[in-house]
């Protein structure tokens, strides 16, 4: 028998216990995981309080992120013993997620855990971690290098943002990074490794098919208008890695910037990520991320904690990460 938090759904309300199950009532998969970590966001604080439609289907275990040991595998790739990481592919939203002491999944969600960081700093990383990898790896591949100038991160007090802004100082660029809350965020930005911060109102005015060219390239994590504004500011050549809709699905723009300058515009999706490209995110995040980055704001909570911590982070009461030791 083990712990799990499970949610259910009671005339249309959300209700969230702590369980004890047996591992016949995970769902299939092809290894059996020994939870040591899982994450709590903002997205899991909406599907625990059910103030968000998160979960697609009751009963569901949420958590989008986990770490731990493997007990049993049908796959050659790992064997009993071995560590793994896992973020994305709908846990926690369509299949049991990380907040149980065992979780069944299927291999090809998994990567091994990367020399370099224990379980509790993966889930430190998580998916905004993984995410801002992928964007800044893309951004690379794009060819966009330190020397052609100033790199735009949007959204760069979040959680994507702020491990973009800490992977491109890490690898030379220079990075503006722009926040709504700079008296707030503005040091701490600096600290992550921005060399000057945007106010957030300069992005969010309408966007002329193309103006001055500013960037040589962004990471956007808001979408909409502000990916609009971007896109017109890119410089020649230059390339955009945008990962967020938090700003709406639309695009107000025109072909201009990708004719006339030959922008690209580089989507990233976390959650459908091919195995190999993120057991390569996970290995350069273990090599670039610096031990500073691990001493940030982190609160530890048992699974007892987390239904008053999913109520705290949903009032905005909560900063700095929260992970789960089950």
């Known amino acids: 028998m083990f712990k ?32 040591d970590y ?10 625990i309080t059910g103030k968000g439609k998160i979960a697609r289907h009751f009963p569901m275990v949420p958590g989008i992120d986990l770490t731990g040991t493997v007990l049993e595998s049908a796959d050659e790739r790992y064997q009993a013993g071995d560590k793994v ?9 369509g299949h049991w997620g990380g907040m149980s002491e065992r979780a069944r999944l299927k291999a090809d969600w998994l990567v091994p ?3 370099g960081i224990d379980g509790k700093q993966s889930m430190m990383i998580g998916t905004a971690g993984i995410t801002a990898m992928l964007c800044v790896q893309a951004l690379v591949d794009a060819g966009v290098k330190p020397e052609a100038g100033e790199i735009l991160v949007t959204g760069a007090s979040g959680g994507v943002g702020s491990v973009a802004v800490t992977l491109l100082s890490q ?15 503005g040091e701490l930005l600096k600290a992550l490794g ?24 962004a990471v956007d994590t808001v979408g909409s208008k502000v990916l609009a504004k971007v896109l017109a500011q890119i410089d020649y050549d230059g390339a955009v890695a945008a990962c967020g809709l938090a700003g709406g699905f639309d695009l107000p723009t025109t072909v201009m910037p990708f004719i006339l300058r030959n922008v690209k515009l580089l989507g990233i999706d976390s959650v459908m990520c091919p195995y ?9 995040l273990a090599e670039l991320l610096p031990a500073s980055y691990f001493e940030q704001a982190c609160r530890e909570v048992n699974l007892e904690q987390v239904i008053e911590c999913a109520d705290a982070i949903t009032n905005g009461q909560i900063t700095g990460r929260v992970v789960i030791k089950l």
């Open 4 to 35: 799990a938090l499970v949610l259910n759904q009671e005339e249309k309300k959300t209700i969230a216990t702590i369980e004890q199950l047996d591992e016949s009532q995970l769902p299939e998969g092809d290894v059996l995981i020994d939870v």
């Open 38 to 47: 899982s994450s709590l966001n903002y997205k899991d604080g909406l599907a």
């Open 85 to 93: 990481v896992l973020t994305g592919w709908g846990v926690g939203e």
């Open 113 to 115: 855990l990367p020399q």
């Open 171 to 185: 690898l030379g660029y220079t990075v503006a990074a722009v926040t709504g809350r700079a008296s707030e965020n």
């Open 194 to 217: 921005a060399s000057r911060i945007v106010e957030r109102s300069e992005l969010e005015e309408p966007a002329r098919p193309l103006e001055k060219q500013l960037w040589a390239g």
């Open 276 to 284: 190999e490209k993120r057991q390569k995110a996970w290995q350069r």
